[in-house]
């Protein structure tokens, strides 16, 4: 198993930036591969951004393509989302999720969540 602690949220105006983490326990965080989700007042979770256990692919959502940056450091047991650009719609909770298995966009592939952290956007 692996628990996941996500940070990095807050307050920004329109045009800033945010990195969201999450870090993950367990020796085996190598082994996972990693996504973003989000989820804003009365919405559906959604993806973001999706990374293999290697780090060596990513997939990003068209809403956010070019702007936010998912990454990963294996040997700090941590996954990051730079966030440039922020607009008022990217206001929600962000969810960070791991799975034992490939890299997939697919929300109901992933095994394990955090709690979530909130990012609101001001216009």
């Known amino acids: 198993q692996v628990q996941l602690v996500e940070s990095g949220g807050g307050l920004v105006q329109a045009g800033g930036s945010l990195r969201l983490s999450c870090a993950a326990s367990?020796?085996?965080?190598?082994?996972?591969?990693m996504g973003w989700f989000r989820q804003a007042p009365g919405k559906e979770r959604e993806f973001v951004a999706a990374?293999?256990?290697?780090?060596?692919?990513?997939y990003d959502a068209d809403s956010v393509k070019g702007r936010f940056t998912i990454s990963r450091d294996n040997a700090k047991n941590t996954v990051y989302l730079q966030m440039n650009s922020l607009k008022p719609e990217d206001t929600a909770v962000y969810y960070c999720?791991?799975?034992?298995?490939?890299?997939?966009?697919?929300?109901?592939?992933?095994?394990?969540w955090g709690q979530g952290t909130q990012v609101t956007v001001s216009s």
């Open positions: 999720a791991a799975r034992l298995s490939s890299i997939t966009t697919i929300l109901a592939l992933y095994n394990y």
């Open positions: 367990g020796r085996t965080f190598s082994s996972y591969a």
């Open positions: 990374i293999s256990q290697s780090g060596g692919r990513t």
